[in-house]
């Protein structure tokens, strides 16, 4: 499968390609998520190291937010187990 790959503008302005692994979005549909790499991979194993932010829109740009807490952190878990037994 071909990689799409995405540019990410940092909050300093500089910018970074990135591979989107997947996008999610929330049960009640108001909070989308984007999943992707930046080629990183970690352990002997050689797992690859991936991403996953928050989207949010100011006016016409999209930006990326943290995730804050542990039950966001959990709902976005469920969002991925979902795919992943799919």
């Given at each position: 499968?071909?990689?799409?790959?995405?540019?990410?503008?940092?909050?300093?302005?500089?910018?970074?390609e990135?591979?989107?692994?997947?996008y999610?979005?929330?049960?009640?549909?108001?909070?989308?998520?984007?999943?992707?790499?930046?080629?990183?991979?970690?352990?002997?194993?050689?797992?690859e190291?991936?991403?996953?932010?928050?989207?949010?829109?100011?006016?016409?740009?999209?930006?990326?937010?943290?995730?804050?807490?542990?039950?966001?952190?959990?709902?976005?878990?469920?969002?991925?187990?979902?795919?992943?037994?799919?």
């Open positions: 499968m071909e990689k799409r790959m995405i540019t990410i503008e940092n909050s300093d302005g500089t910018t970074m990135v591979e989107l692994v997947t999610l979005m929330s049960e009640d549909q108001q909070i989308n998520y984007i999943v992707y790499s930046k080629g990183e991979v970690s352990g002997n194993e050689g797992d190291i991936i991403y996953i932010s928050r989207l949010a829109r100011n006016g016409d740009a999209l930006y990326l937010e943290e995730i804050q807490d542990d039950i966001e952190w959990s709902n976005v878990q469920s969002l991925l187990k979902k795919i992943a037994n799919a």
